[in-house]
């Protein structure tokens, strides 16, 4: 899927102590991690509702002290909303009449600049946190400063410079989920810490040690009466990375039911309110990764419909400038063609607008809609990354294995999906969807 690793990750903002999850989508070539955005957990009457109680507190009369906390409060509350810019001057307000006070100010601050694209600010910011005395802090500054330099390692072209990133990532990610003398109210920070982790083990395609890691959420879990469950938007995390392994072990039922569980997340219904000082997560419209993972997967289990009505979705809610975006409609296209009996896809209008094709997605498109024969959509291919070329021939093996499946063609189907497995990244969409679509073909 354009040269990139689908993953999850909790990342917290918090207004005291105690954290909400939330993670933003960067979205930067040639390789990018679309981060898990919490789908929906409140409404936006409840981040309304916050947000006034903590305007009304920032009018009240009370000393630098408490004015800092005010400030704090009300821009967690507008890094919910997007409003990163007016986060940011709260936070900038609330270190001036707090300087040293709160080393969560600048853990928030860092996820802010992060959220902004400033991330030298935000890695400045979350070593500025590592140095609090509060360890639940500093565990929630290493589990975020882990995860931005696992971000910036996907995006970077230089390879040494990558493995450094990881290595450093890792090692930050590894010390946030050591054991500790730690009350029962700081431990929420331990199974954070290991959901990033296995976060990290995916994009290194280490499926067996993200399985590990999440073996120790749900461990803590048990050994702590299920609270996991208490911090809903960790655990929708801790769900889709679940899914996310099951997927890359090709069992798609499994895979399926971690996703739609995910999904049932989001209902406001399942989830209890929070005390006023845990930090929401973002609405439901900013979360498109799991509708895409599950149309995914109904996909492979020949769901046609389900498919089509997820990835549908999931496109809508990127947006058609986003890869991510356009590969959710390239596949929704094919879904829709399986339902409809079509031997060809039909070209969305923004991309049937141009005589050629502007993007890479594009040309899959028109080779989908018979507009491109092999030799064209192979000469696109070519890219001076060899590691990008690479992905891309894959990626043309795999989506040229679903015309053939809609043509009838399935001996050249099964030979493309094996040049794909061969081509893509093991933990690749295209990788494991072809491994399922080759398995349900030769199932009885």
């Known amino acids: 899927m354009n040269y990139l690793t689908c993953v999850a990750v909790a990342a917290a903002l918090v207004c005291l102590e105690p954290a909400g999850a939330l993670a933003e989508e960067p979205d930067a070539p040639p390789r990018y991690i679309e981060a898990f955005a919490i789908q929906g957990l409140f409404s936006k009457s409840d981040i309304d509702e916050y947000k006034k109680a903590a305007n009304q507190r920032l009018q009240c009369n009370g000393d630098r002290h408490v004015k800092s906390i005010a400030r704090n409060n009300l821009a967690v509350w507008q890094w919910h ?15 001036q009449l707090a300087p040293g006070t709160f080393g969560v100010y600048y853990s928030n601050r860092g996820m802010t600049y992060r959220a902004l694209g400033r ?4 890695i ?57 003398a730690e009350t029962a109210e ?13 976060a990290l083990r995916l994009t290194q395609h280490k499926v067996d040690a993200a399985e590990v890691c999440l073996k120790q959420v749900q461990e803590w879990t048990n ?54 000082y845990v930090a929401g997560p973002p609405a439901a419209k900013e979360n498109p990764l799991i509708l895409q993972r599950l149309g995914a997967a109904e996909f492979v289990l020949k769901n046609y419909g389900e498919a ?26 094919v879904a829709k063609a399986h339902r409809h009996g079509q031997y060809v ?40 990354n060899d590691r990008i070329e690479k992905t891309k021939r894959g990626e043309a093996a795999f989506y040229r294995a679903l015309k053939c499946r809609l043509e009838g063609n399935t001996r050249a189907a099964e030979d493309l999906f094996k040049t794909c497995v061969n081509q893509c990244e ?18 009885p």
């Open 124 to 180: 400045q910011d979350y070593e500025r946190a590592l140095e609090s005395p509060n360890r639940p802090v500093a565990r929630l500054a290493q589990a975020n400063m882990g995860w931005l330099l696992l971000l910036q390692s996907q995006t970077d072209l230089d390879a040494s410079r990558r493995q450094e990133l990881l290595a450093r990532a890792e090692e930050l990610l590894q010390a946030a989920t050591e054991k500790s």
């Open 345 to 384: 896809i039909e070209i969305p209008e923004a991309v049937a607008e141009h005589d050629t094709p502007r993007r890479w997605t594009d040309g899959l498109f028109w080779h989908l809609a018979g507009k491109w024969n092999d030799k064209a959509l192979a000469d696109a291919a070519c890219d001076p």
């Open 119 to 122: 991330y030298d600010e935000a």
């Open 308 to 333: 089509q009505s997820h990835l549908e979705e999931a496109a809508k809610r990127y947006g058609p400038e986003k890869p991510a975006g356009r590969y959710a409609l390239l596949l929704c296209a």
């Open 426 to 443: 093991e933990t690749s969409l295209e990788h494991t969807m072809a491994k399922g679509l080759r398995e349900s073909a030769e199932a």
């Open 223 to 276: 050994d702590n009466e299920g609270k996991l469950k208490q911090f809903p938007a960790d655990y929708q995390c801790y769900l889709l990375n679940q899914g996310e392994v099951e997927r890359c072990g090709n069992r798609w039922q499994e895979a399926r039911k971690l996703y739609q569980a995910a999904y049932d997340l989001g209902n406001n219904a399942f989830v209890p309110r929070p005390p006023p």
């Open 81 to 95: 909303c997007g409003e990163y810019k007016e986060a940011l001057a709260n936070l900038n307000e609330a270190i």
């Open 186 to 198: 700081n431990a929420p920070f331990i199974p954070l810490a290991w959901i990033n982790l296995a």
